[in-house]
């Protein structure tokens, strides 16, 4: 009796164990995995991401050169182990050949790691912007057409010290690697034209009470350099403006975009007018991102204008579904022709022309913006300039930029 | 359980066979035959990562179910056998990583968890009872943080990559089937190891003193000896599964022992049931099952309100876990048994 | 030692050495005396170049203490709710650092919509205090007398509530709007600097923050009244010392059980709201301030209300001083002020010793 209950136990785990997947596409569709943050605090950004990716595909029918295109979603919640635990099963178990994905920095740093693994499957980046994803120890299936966290700020260090006339800049940001890299890019070309940079506060993530931070901030400089995001910047932002701080301020990418401009409070006064850079601007006029943010706004739950997130996965879905159209659907040679068309690839976005470089990472245009008052009262980032074409070494030399070594709390610095 | 006894009358010798018992044959039998059946994502992301968190939650029971102390630290020292690994072994994140031998990094992991564990269990079997999961889970998220701040040991927030399975005797151990089998048989061992502690002299004595610590101090028992020494087991357990664990996932980052993790090891030794040392390993295979393949059933958004509730119904319903259920549903089908006799 | 009476003897004097010419006590008395005058110094001196090169500046090392002053006033209101149930009813409420995200939650929708943000506070203390009930009612009494799976229970619901709470609110931040009158910075009157032309720069502060830490005094003030001078407050006395003797000498325990919840819910999402209000409000804080609590309970000792005030006053100012002064390994610090107490005295400050 008690022997053949156990064993029916035992059977019923091996079962569960071993039940194979039931998800069996037709012979014609084409997979996709899309991976992004669907759990966790971040869901909302992955969710904005996927609404990115599937107006790309909503563009060409869902149709890539006669084949159906079927979606995979993949969940992580943002760190890493979870996202390489979602990329396996998207490629083990469910069996995409391309996955676009994922979200945040370290993640893809992880998943590129992951794709050496699998060389018979493309990975193309979502909106994780990571500098070393692709500058060093790249992986040959790993692509990234949305741009890193450096590149973001091309144009801002010289625009401050130029136009601006900042002098000497404090830093304030958070204590990882996604802020190394933009605090890189912002002081690479800062101190390159002169600038200096006395001191650089890094606060650990989540940190609620900036006030003390905000004190600590050296009385004689002529502006604050702020790379926080999220509830960070809200916090930070506020406490600026509470306790008085006349200092003007230059924004991080994610320092001054929708969900941070869009916050309730007493934000407005100390944002107006703050410099920033990314890839996006709200007030792009020009037809291509027109058509865009109408194309974007007809997807489920959309924001009133795309995110970055929803931007960087468009651009990657898109990447995907005009080299699979090229190759005619066919990734029967484990992909090898369809990456041979990814590398090669240069294409129209709703901001610009974009194309890779030889470590497959995206030469793109950057947009300098400045935070004004929208017409009916919201904030927006406007369009200052456009820095045309920017890659992944911000024009400096490659060997050069190298040299510079990997982003760090101290490097770079110019006190 | 009356009914069993009725059925196996009492034989003097009681052979290998029976002491092992039947069931654990069978289930070993079925364990080992797993890979013939399953395809390789089956085999480690399902298998072998129910496997991991199953020893992690071991650890944790080991600690609960027989000295009464509940610790949210086991994915700490599992992480200190993690980060052992990547600093004494070879990583690619360019940082430290003095490429030693696995056979020498191993032990040393195993060590250097043990001690962590032994010490933060003297310091929190200081005070009593349920004080033990408040101090366990301050040290979780000290660990997590100082992780995550420290560069020049620990390489912070983006922590370590390029962590591999090693190849022993021409076995490549970051296969699935060998790294299967690996998981298996660290498995076996450390169930085996409880198990047996359990019946021992040393598991009495831990078992009474979670019951009644002052009367087994007065009649001599050096209460904190025991509990420490139970905290060092566990250790070994947690850090065997922590090396698995990088191993597993090729890394490892702040991430990997946040306070969610430490929570997840506790989820997986309840819902399983913390009586007896299978329960962390039903309970993990099931919550393994149910993160992995939610996303394509209920959707990923919820999913941590869908574990939270089977957890919340589990604590409620059956104290014991799954094991509980079963152990009710046994009881009951026996009793149908006799009546129907009748 | 029970919840809030004073020591009569400092932690760790010997009753008096005679003989040697000096007490430890009268040691510790001067050690104390000598720290303050140095504060003093500190706050009203205009200070010496060595001074400031180790404490950057007399702005950022005021601003910080006075952060960590609020911060502690924040802290103390949650831990406050937190520690009075742990020593009445053994029960580790892991689910508290819920009750204040709710809390918050509940007051930003109240003070949005209705405009009034004393509104806001009010309600978020009357519906925590409800939920607490609740809480007390349905989920602890059914398991009464199991601590181990009262404790399991809260972390199942901060798990849920932790959820929903995102599924209803999303992952944005919010910010819970003061009125003017209590917006704004005053100035103290306590001189930073001293300009070239002879003017003199005094310290300015948000309003506010001040007023946080004044309302907490007075919360604190008024549960130790509560707690000594009034019938309720004697039964919770007595039972947190014994609970068995109380509820045989006919006092409806569960009364009590249900009254403290209530208030130390309550305490919870008041806090919530004036947190929210100084800060913001996002996911993540449940487990932020449950964290703080625990750490807070942990080293000023469990179940005493004056345990709760001296924790949160050295967990908040560590916070903040370590925040400017070694932001690196600053959020170790409160942990590593934990694992100390814990070593040395693992009962905590002002816990009574088993």
Not at chain 3, 12 to 32: E, K, N
Not at chain 3, 165 to 189: C, E, F, N, R, S
Request: proline fraction near 4%.
């Amino acid at each position: 009796m008690r022997i053949h209950r156990r064993t029916l136990l035992a059977l019923a785990l091996a079962t569960g164990l071993t039940a194979p997947a039931m998800a069996v596409a037709q012979a014609e569709d084409i997979k996709i995995g899309v991976l992004a943050t669907f759990e966790g605090a971040f869901t909302v950004l992955g969710e904005d991401g996927e609404r990115g990716a599937l107006t790309a595909l909503d563009e060409v029918g869902g149709m890539a050169a006669g084949n159906k295109i079927v979606v995979v979603r993949g969940s992580s919640d943002a760190s890493p182990d979870s996202a390489i635990r979602a990329a396996r099963k998207l490629v083990e178990q469910d069996g995409v050949k391309i996955l676009v994905g994922p979200l945040s920095g370290d993640e893809g740093i992880a998943v590129k790691d992951y794709a050496k693994t699998q060389p018979g499957v493309t990975f193309i980046n979502g909106s994780s912007a990571a500098q070393d994803t692709t500058l060093r120890d790249p992986a040959e299936n790993f692509f990234r057409f949305s741009t890193d966290g450096a590149q973001w700020m091309a144009g801002l260090g010289t625009y401050a010290y130029n136009e601006k006339g900042y002098k000497n800049v404090a830093v304030v940001a958070e204590d990882y690697s996604f802020p190394y890299t933009q605090v890189f890019g912002f002081m690479a070309e800062f101190c390159k034209a002169g600038g200096k940079v006395p001191s650089k506060s890094w606060v650990p993530i989540g940190n609620k009470d900036y006030s003390s931070v905000i004190a600590a901030i050296p009385d004689d400089v002529d502006a604050v350099y702020v790379a926080l995001g999220g509830a960070d910047a809200v916090n930070f932002l506020t406490q600026f403006q509470q306790s008085g701080g006349e200092a003007p301020l230059i924004g991080g990418s994610i320092t001054v975009d929708q969900t941070v401009l869009t916050s309730k409070g007493r934000l407005r006064d100390v944002l107006i007018g703050t410099p920033a850079a990314g890839p996006t601007a709200d007030t792009n006029d020009t037809p291509e991102w027109n058509a865009f943010v109408e194309a974007y706004k007809k997807q489920e739950g959309a924001f009133p204008s795309p995110s970055l997130f929803a931007h960087a996965y468009y651009i990657g879905m898109k990447a995907a579904l005009l080299a699979l159209e090229e190759t005619g659907g066919k990734l029967d040679d484990d992909g090898a022709n369809f990456r041979k068309v990814l590398s090669s690839l240069s294409f129209e976005t709703p901001t610009g022309k974009v194309s890779l470089d030889k470590n497959r990472n995206a030469i793109a245009d950057i947009y300098l913006t400045e935070v004004t008052e929208g017409p009916d009262g919201n904030l927006l980032n406007k369009l200052i300039k456009v820095v045309p074409q920017v890659n992944q070494t911000l024009g400096i030399d490659e060997a050069e930029f190298l040299a510079l070594g990997a982003v760090s709390r101290e490097n770079p610095s110019c006190p | 359980m009356n009914a069993d006894v009725t059925q196996n009358p009492a034989t003097p010798a009681r052979n290998l066979l029976a002491r092992i018992g039947t069931g654990h044959l069978v289930l070993a039998a079925l364990l080992l035959a797993y890979p013939l059946v399953s395809s390789d994502f089956f085999l480690t992301q399902i298998g072998g990562y129910s496997l991991i968190f199953g020893m992690l939650a071991l650890s944790l029971s080991l600690l609960a179910g027989y000295g009464g102390m509940v610790s949210l630290a086991q994915i700490s020292f599992a992480g200190v056998a993690g980060y052992t690994v990547a600093i004494f072994g070879e990583n690619n994140s360019n940082i430290l990583g003095f490429g030693w031998p696995w056979w020498l990094v191993m032990p040393l992991a195993l060590f250097f968890a043990a001690t962590s564990s032994a010490l933060i269990g003297w310091v929190s079997v200081r005070t009593e009872g349920i004080y033990t999961i408040m101090i366990t889970l301050a040290v979780a998220t000290a660990a997590f943080y100082f992780v995550r701040q420290n560069y020049t040991l620990f390489n912070g927030f983006p922590g370590y990559t390029g962590l591999r399975a090693p190849i022993v005797f021409g076995v490549n151990f970051r296969d699935p089937v060998p790294f299967y089998y690996m998981c298996l048989v660290a498995a076996t061992l450390s169930y085996a190891a409880v198990l047996y502690a359990a019946r021992s002299t040393f598991g009495l004595t831990l078992q009474a003193i979670r019951d009644n610590p002052r009367r087994m101090r007065a009649i001599g028992f050096d209460v904190t000896a025991h509990k420490v020494v139970a905290w060092f087991y566990a250790g070994l357990i947690a850090g065997l599964a922590g090396v698995l664990l990088v191993w597993f996932n090729g890394r490892i980052s702040p991430g990997t022992i946040n306070v969610a993790a430490a929570i997840n090891v506790l989820i997986i030794a309840v819902i399983g049931g913390l009586k007896h040392p299978i329960g962390p390993f039903v309970g993990a295979v099931m919550v393994v099952l149910m993160q992995t393949f939610a996303i394509d059933i209920v959707g990923a958004e919820r999913f941590n309100t869908l574990i939270g509730v089977f957890f919340l119904a589990i604590v409620f319903f059956s104290p014991d876990g799954i094991l509980g259920l079963w152990g009710q549903l046994r009881q009951r089908l026996a009793q149908e048994d006799l009546r129907s006799r009748q | 030692m029970s919840i809030a009476d004073a020591p009569k003897t400092p932690p760790g004097s010997a009753p008096g050495s005679p003989g040697t010419g000096i007490t430890r006590r009268q040691v510790w008395g001067l050690f104390w005396l000598v720290l303050a005058a140095l504060f003093i110094w500190l706050v009203f001196a205009d200070w010496p170049d060595w001074v400031k090169n180790i404490l950057l500046s007399k702005k950022a090392f005021l601003s910080a203490c006075l952060n960590g002053l609020t911060l502690a006033g924040l802290y103390f209101l949650v831990a406050s709710g937190f520690t009075l149930v742990f020593g009445l009813m053994r029960n580790v409420n892991l689910a508290h650092g819920s009750l204040y995200l709710l809390g918050a939650y509940i007051g930003y929708e109240i003070a949005d919509r209705t405009g009034y943000w004393l509104l806001g506070v009010l309600g978020a203390f009357l519906i925590l205090s409800v939920v607490g009930l609740l809480m007390q009612v349905v989920v602890f009494r059914r398991l009464e007398g199991d601590d181990l799976r009262q404790t399991l229970v809260t972390i199942g619901i901060s798990i849920i509530a932790a959820d929903l709470m995102l599924a209803v609110w999303t992952g944005g931040t919010y910010q819970i709007l003061i009125p003017d009158w209590l917006a704004g910075a005053i100035k103290l009157p306590i001189v930073t600097a001293v300009r070239s032309n002879g003017s003199i720069v005094l310290l300015s502060y948000p309003f506010f923050r001040l007023v946080v830490l004044a309302l907490a005094i007075v919360i604190g003030i008024g549960l130790w009244l509560m707690l000594n001078k009034t019938r309720v407050g004697m039964m919770i006395r007595a039972g947190v010392d014994d609970r068995e003797m109380l509820s045989a000498s006919g006092t409806n325990v569960h009364l009590i059980f249900a009254v403290v919840f209530a208030i130390g819910a309550g305490l919870a999402g008041l806090a919530g709201v004036i947190g929210g209000s100084a800060l913001s409000v996002a996911p993540g804080e449940d487990v932020r301030y449950l964290l703080a609590s625990l750490v807070v309970v942990i080293v000023g000792g469990m179940g005493s209300i004056t345990g709760a005030a001296i924790g949160a006053l050295i967990i908040g100012l560590a916070e903040q001083i370590g925040l400017v002064y070694f932001p690196t390994y600053g959020v170790v610090l409160t942990f590593v002020i934990m694992v100390v107490t814990l070593a040395i005295r693992p009962q905590g400050i002002m816990g009574k010793s088993q």
